[in-house]
C-alpha cells in the first residue's frame, strides 16, 4: 500500500531543531489553565452546546500537550470543520494532488504484480470508501489547519452498536471520544510547527517502506501523547515508565480485532490495506514508546531529526539505536525486456508488507532479516504484468527462508501447486524453481544473500533480466544522504 497518499494529513518529518523546553513554572500555569478549560468544555457538552465545548477541548490541549512532549506551540492551531458527506471530494481531490494517475497507476500495478491485490481490484475507489468512513479528524500540513469531522444528523443521533459499546462509546456527542481525536491530531499541529512535517515526505515518494516507517514515527507519537491526555499525565512522566514490550504484548493480543472495529469497508478490503493503515498507530506507538523508555521525550525529538529509514527498524526498534541496522538501497539500473513491453514504475516492498505477503507461507521467519528490496513492474501485450525484484538479506540463510517463503507464496498467487515436499527427511525444500504459467515464465533463484524474481515474461528474455536483477548496484543508505540542505528547510518559515 502507498503510504504517501495523504501524507500532508497523516505523516511528518523533523528538518530543524526542536523548540526549547518551556520553563518547569511555565508548564505547571499551562496544565492548570488547560484543566480549567477542560472542565468548561464538559460543562458546555452537558449543556447541549457540542461546538463550544470542542473549542475549549481545542485551546486546553494547547495548553496542556507541550507539558507532555516538552516542546511548545509557536502559533495557534486553525481549526475547521468538514462534513462527512463533503469528505469523499476531498480524499479525491486530495490524491490526485499527491499523486499523478501515473504514478498511482504504477504503484497499483505493482501492488497486483505482487500479488498483494487483485488483477480487478478497484484501489482508488475501495482506498476512498475506507478512509472516507475510518477518518474521525485530520491535520493538513499544507494549510496548518485542524479539520473534525461533522458526522450527518442522523448518524449522530444513531445508537451505538453492542461493539461499539464494548470499546466505551455511548450515543451523541462523546466528550472522552472527542477529547481523544482533538488531543491526536493538535499533537500532529505541535510537530509541524517544530519539524516542518511535509519537508522530507517529497524525499522518500518512491520508496513505500520509508514512508511507512516515517509514518510510524509520526501516527506512533500521537497516539502516545493521546493516552498520555487520557491518563491525564500532563508531565509525561508516567508515560515514559510504561514498558514498551507491554504495549507489544496486548497490540499482539488485542491486533487481530481491530479492524473490527471499523467500518465495513475496512473490514472488507484486502489484508494489505487494513494493516498498512493500521501499523503507524499500533506498531508506531510502540517504537515510540521503545524511544521515550530509553530517552526520554528528547529522544523522541531526535527521532524527528534521524526517523527510522524502514519498516523493519520500526518492527525491531532494536535495528533503529541500539544495534542500527541501515537499509541498501537496490539499484537495478537499465531493464529492456523485449519490444511490446513498457516498465510503469519502481518501489520498494520492504519487512512489513513481505510479513503481510508471507503470513501463510513462511511468516515474520521468512520476512526477517530483510536488508533491501527493490522492484520494476512492465506492462506487455495483452495486458500482462512482468515483475523484476531483488531482494537483499542479512545473512544466506535469511535469504534461503525467504526463497523458499516465496515459491510457496508464487504458487499460491499462480493458483498452482506448491512444490511438493522432499522426499526423504532431511532433504531441504527447493530454494530456486523455474516455471511456465499461462505461456510466460516465473523465476526465483537465490546466490548467496540475494533472491531475485522473474515473473511473467517470455522465456526468451527471462535469463537476460534474471542477470541483470543480480547485478543491480547495492549501496547502504544513510542519513547522509536523506537529509535535505538546511536552506529547504528554513524556506518554509
Not at 311 to 336: C, F, I, N, S, W
Not at 341 to 354: F, I, S, Y
Not at 469 to 492: G, H, N, S, W
Request: glycine share 8%; aromatic share 6%.
Amino acid at each position: 500500500m502507498h503510504p504517501r497518499v495523504l501524507s500532508r494529513w497523516l505523516l511528518g518529518l523533523a528538518l530543524l531543531a526542536p523548540t526549547p523546553p518551556a520553563p518547569a513554572e511555565e508548564l505547571k500555569a499551562d496544565v492548570e489553565a488547560g484543566k480549567k478549560l477542560l472542565e468548561e468544555g464538559d460543562a458546555l457538552a452537558d449543556k447541549d452546546r457540542p461546538n463550544e465545548a470542542v473549542v475549549r477541548y481545542k485551546q486546553a490541549f494547547e495548553h496542556l500537550l507541550p507539558g507532555i512532549r516538552k516542546i511548545a506551540f509557536r502559533h495557534d492551531v486553525q481549526r475547521d470543520v468538514t462534513a462527512r458527506e463533503d469528505l469523499r471530494a476531498l480524499l479525491i481531490k486530495e490524491i490526485d494532488e499527491e499523486m499523478t494517475p501515473e504514478e498511482f497507476r504504477a504503484d497499483e500495478l505493482g501492488m497486483k504484480a505482487l500479488g498483494l491485490l487483485p488483477r480487478d481490484f478497484p484501489l482508488k475507489e475501495t482506498m476512498v470508501k475506507v478512509y472516507s468512513e475510518e477518518i474521525a479528524a485530520f491535520y493538513d500540513t499544507k494549510t496548518q489547519t485542524m479539520h473534525l469531522i461533522k458526522e450527518p444528523e442522523a448518524k449522530a443521533k444513531k445508537p451505538p452498536t453492542f461493539f461499539e459499546r464494548l470499546l466505551g462509546k455511548t450515543g451523541g456527542f462523546d466528550k472522552d471520544e472527542h477529547k481523544t481525536v482533538i488531543a491526536h491530531e493538535l499533537t500532529h499541529a505541535l510537530a509541524d510547527q517544530n519539524f516542518h512535517l511535509d519537508a522530507m515526505q517529497k524525499e522518500v515518494k518512491h520508496d513505500d517502506d520509508r514512508s511507512l516507517a516515517l509514518s510510524a514515527l509520526i501516527e506512533g507519537e500521537a497516539t502516545l501523547t493521546m493516552i498520555g491526555a487520557q491518563m491525564e499525565d500532563w508531565d509525561g512522566s508516567k508515560l515514559r515508565e510504561i514498558p514498551a514490550s507491554r504495549l507489544d504484548r496486548l497490540l499482539n493480543l488485542l491486533m487481530p480485532f481491530v479492524p473490527m472495529a471499523g467500518g465495513a469497508s475496512l473490514r472488507e478490503a484486502p489484508v494489505i490495506l487494513s494493516e498498512t493503515m493500521i501499523f503507524p498507530y499500533l506498531r508506531g506507538l510502540v517504537f515510540c514508546a521503545r524511544v521515550v523508555n530509553d530517552e526520554g521525550w528528547a529522544g523522541l525529538n531526535a527521532a524527528y531529526r534521524r526517523p527510522p529509514l524502514s519498516t523493519e527498524q520500526v518492527l525491531h526498534p532494536e535495528k533503529y539505536r541500539a544495534r542500527p541496522d541501515l537499509p541498501m538501497v537496490v539499484d537495478l539500473g537499465q531493464l529492456g525486456p523485449c519490444d511490446g513491453w513498457k516498465e510503469v514504475g519502481r518501489n520498494v516492498v520492504g519487512e512489513m508488507q513481505l510479513s503481510v505477503m508471507l503470513r501463510h507461507h513462511g511468516g515474520r521467519a521468512a520476512a526477517g532479516g530483510w536488508d533491501g528490496d527493490h522492484y520494476a513492474v512492465f506492462e506487455g501485450p495483452g495486458d500482462r504484468l512482468g515483475l523484476v525484484w531483488l531482494t537483499t538479506w542479512d545473512s544466506d540463510d535469511d535469504a534461503r527462508e525467504f526463497a523458499r517463503g516465496y515459491i510457496r507464496y508464487q504458487a499460491h498467487k499462480l493458483g498452482l501447486d506448491a512444490p511438493p515436499p522432499p522426499e526423504e527427511p532431511g532433504d531441504a525444500p527447493p530454494e530456486a524453481i523455474r516455471r511456465t504459467h499461462e505461456g510466460a515464465v516465473y523465476v526465483v533463484d537465490r546466490r548467496r544473500a540475494d533472491v531475485a524474481v522473474v515473473e511473467g515474461f517470455p522465456e526468451d528474455v527471462t535469463g537476460s533480466l534474471l542477470d541483470a536483477a543480480f547485478r543491480a548496484k547495492k549501496v547502504e543508505l544513510t542519513y547522509a544522504q536523506t537529509t535535505p540542505p538546511k536552506e529547504k528547510a528554513e524556506d518554509r518559515r
